[in-house]
């Protein structure tokens, strides 16, 4: 009785000899270490059941290290879910709400990308010919039967169908799945890089500013691969897309900006488009290598690379000269085209944007190291 009391003294706690333990191992301060007047104990025990158990036996320096966390990060870890593994005591990723939420969000963005890429197929067709898109009703070109909707889903109806007209077995070209699963998979990249890159907060006005941006991605994303395709086919890039999307692009990036008190990254898109129209019309101006459509897409790119950052727009702009250059190099040494033959710079404009967007900021950090400036 005397011992015990004596080494309830040494802890600061001298109370009656029954209950200490009790009391100390309900409140669990440090639940992996146990009470610190028996911590030796503790180890040792611990140790052997790891042994017993073929696992490995921590270091001591973990130990140290354990005891040392202070009680704050003590009780945050306490309220997070945990789970064992053979190496010990690791967090439990499936109860961090950006898992789930990511989630959802990639099959929500899947389900609908498949939809609008059925819709950028429509698109890619009509807009050159100058026809609407929403009428008349998709139709087979051969036999005039319109798409049923069985026959419209995404992907699998071609399969279904075995890249056949129904009514009159007219080849279906692959390149309407292609575009399908391409706008799938692009919105499911965009949506994922968004919310790792900027996990969305439960309050209100970031909540809706992260929906904003990646709605406008989303958008972006869309028009890049109808743009692209319609400059491959046609070698235009059509106003009927470009025009309405400094509206819809600007809106939503400027509304997000206001919801999240970043009016910085605002006047940086505008700089951004401003930005890239002058240094295109400039080159249309000097050169003569340059469509007026390139120009005006480079306001797009523009508003949406300034929103991200400086090294966001120098990259992307930079990438697309690269990614142009060496295409016709390759085109050239191969006979595929002439030198004074033009090619389609449209889908490298957007291909050296989204290099800008997604790795802009390492691409540049690692420049200017290898330059000795960082």
Not at 77 to 104: K, N, Y
Not at 269 to 282: D, E, N
Not at 322 to 341: E, M
């Amino acid at each position: 009785m005397q011992r015990r009391v004596h080494e309830l003294r040494d802890c600061g706690r001298e109370r009656e000899p029954q209950d200490p333990h009790h009391q100390r191992h309900a409140r669990a301060e440090v639940p992996w270490l146990g009470c610190e007047h028996c911590l030796p104990q503790r180890l040792q025990r611990r140790d052997r059941s790891r042994l017993r158990q073929g696992l490995r036996l921590r270091h001591p320096l973990q130990d140290q290290r354990a005891a040392e966390v202070p009680q704050a990060d003590v009780d945050h870890l306490q309220r997070e879910p945990v789970r064992h593994h053979q190496d010990g005591l690791h967090r439990d990723r499936s109860a961090d709400p950006v898992i789930p939420f990511l989630l959802l969000a990639v099959v929500l963005t899947a389900v609908l990308g498949l939809a609008v890429g059925s819709f950028t197929n429509v698109v890619v067709y009509r807009v050159p010919a100058g026809l609407s898109v929403v009428h008349p009703r998709s139709a087979c070109p051969r036999c005039s039967t319109p798409i049923a909707a069985r026959d419209n889903v995404p992907v699998l109806s071609w399969l279904l169908l075995r890249a056949k007209c129904r009514t009159c077995a007219l080849p279906i070209s692959a390149r309407y799945p292609l575009v399908e699963l391409a706008v799938g998979v692009f919105w499911v990249a965009v949506t994922t890089w968004m919310v790792m890159a900027q996990p969305p907060l439960a309050e209100p006005g970031p909540a809706a500013a992260f929906m904003l941006q990646l709605t406008a991605l989303l958008y972006v994303a869309t028009i890049s691969i109808a743009l692209a395709l319609i400059d491959i086919d046609t070698k235009t890039l059509p106003d009927r897309i470009v025009w309405p999307s400094y509206a819809v692009v600007g809106v939503l990036l400027a509304a997000a900006g206001v919801l999240n008190g970043d009016l910085e990254a605002v006047a940086r898109a505008a700089a951004g488009a401003g930005i890239l129209v002058g240094a295109y019309f400039i080159l249309l101006m000097v050169s003569g290598g340059m469509g007026l459509g390139d120009v005006k897409l480079a306001g797009v790119l523009g508003l949406v690379l300034g929103w991200f950052g400086w090294q966001q727009l120098i990259v992307g702009a930079g990438a697309a000269f690269l990614l142009g250059g060496v295409f016709s190099i390759v085109l050239i040494a191969l006979g595929r085209v002439k030198r004074k033959q033009g090619i389609p710079f449209g889908p490298w404009m957007i291909a050296g944007a989204w290099i800008g967007i997604f790795a802009g900021v390492p691409i540049a950090d690692t420049y200017l190291s290898l330059v000795g400036l960082r």
